[in-house]
């Protein structure tokens, strides 16, 4: 379920403690490409990480300054916080194969 927050959004889920996987989608308004990237990043994080996640959307046409933190230069960016080390993935994130493995959920 998707939530407006002060411009930014957090999808729920049913995570009952602090979740394993923390991830951030960037995107800038609601292109192709950004509803394509939250559309897969739900799929993946369903499918392989179940109850085990949370996933903040942050929209950087109504918050431009949260780029900086991440250092964010291309949208959809996806961004694993936690479990560390920080990860990124660019793009709509429908190359599955590479989504996983860029995020060590699957190895090599």
Do not use: C, H
Request: charged content about 25%; glycine content about 4%.
């Amino acid at each position: 379920m998707l939530q407006s927050n002060t411009n930014q959004f957090i999808l729920n889920t049913m995570v009952k403690q602090k979740p394993e996987w923390q991830l951030i989608l960037y995107i800038a308004g609601q292109t192709p490409k950004s509803i394509k990237a939250l559309d897969n990043v739900k799929k993946y994080a369903e499918e392989y990480l179940k109850d085990k996640y949370s996933i903040e959307i942050i929209d950087l046409l109504l918050n431009p300054q949260l780029a900086e933190g991440d250092q964010i230069l291309a949208v959809p960016t996806l961004v694993r916080k936690v479990p560390e080390p920080i990860r990124k993935i660019i793009g709509d994130l429908s190359n599955e194969e590479r989504v996983l493995v860029g995020l060590n959920i699957k190895p090599l």
